[in-house]
């Protein structure tokens, strides 16, 4: 069973979350604040962290903030009543990997933390030996970009991005379709393996970000928005 961390100061949330990850075959561990959290976490490290982002003392995002900076990857999933995208940005900006809004579905929690244990899982499976020669099949590039799958790097000339686990997803996915239009149920799958449906702003924040990320002054857009549609990248 996976091993999750809970991080959740209210009550009532705290223990029906536990309640139904248990019952969805989860080894919970469930605290009611950060030093909380921060403390279970370095003493039994958890194959996943849930962690709301308000809580009194050390909230989520600094609870996420330590973690990075400890050099410790495990996978992220923010809780939050905040619904601004600013707010969302700072979660990822945290270095979380994905998060959800509330009031949320427990079935969408169930799939994003499937999700991040998938591509952990993956990650974990890959070859430790990274080859150097361009033509490897693990490094694939196009307009300009550069990514080494292997090693989970990427570079926009010779400017290295600093990327989440779901941007580095979202880039890679985007850079071996160059030119093709995915919609947004398509990214939905191959990215969370689940469509959260029309209403969802959770692919629109992330393309977002790893815009930000990817733009220069004076260098041309490489993803573009096909309206009612989905996302391509190419260099116009």
């Known amino acids: 069973m996976p091993n999750l961390l809970l991080a959740e100061d209210d009550r009532a949330i705290r223990h029906a979350l536990e309640r139904a990850l248990t019952l969805e075959g989860y080894e919970v561990t469930a605290v009611a604040d950060g030093v909380e959290a921060l403390a279970q976490a370095h003493r039994t490290p958890p194959d996943v962290l849930v962690l709301d982002v308000m809580m009194p003392g050390i909230d989520g995002l600094q609870v ?3 973690l990075r900076a400890e050099g410790d990857r495990t ?7 905040l619904v601004e995208t600013a707010d969302r940005i ?10 959800v809004v509330k009031p ?17 899982s993956a990650e974990n499976s890959a070859p430790v030996d990274v080859p150097a020669a361009k033509e490897s099949p693990g490094q694939v590039s196009v307009a300009g ?5 292997a090693a989970r790097r990427a570079w926009r000339g010779t400017r290295e991005l600093e990327l989440t686990r779901t941007e580095f997803e979202l880039l890679e996915l985007l850079v071996r379709n160059s030119g093709i239009v995915l919609d947004h149920a398509t990214i939905y799958d191959r990215i969370w393996g689940y469509d959260f449906g029309p ?3 959770n692919l629109a924040v992330y393309v977002g970000y790893l815009r ?3 733009d220069e002054p004076g260098a041309p857009a490489l993803i573009h ?7 391509v990248l190419r260099e116009d």
Request: include cysteine.
């Open 145 to 149: 970009l550069r990514m080494d799958v």
């Open 75 to 81: 996978p992220i999933l923010m809780l939050t009543a």
């Open 90 to 99: 700072a979660g990822l900006d945290a270095g979380a990997d994905d998060y």
């Open 225 to 231: 928005t096909v309206r009612g549609v989905g996302y």
């Open 64 to 66: 996420c903030r330590v």
């Open 199 to 201: 209403g969802s702003k």
């Open 104 to 120: 949320f579905d427990v079935e969408e929690v169930f799939a994003r933390l499937r999700a991040l244990l998938r591509r952990t």
């Open 212 to 214: 930000r990320k990817l």
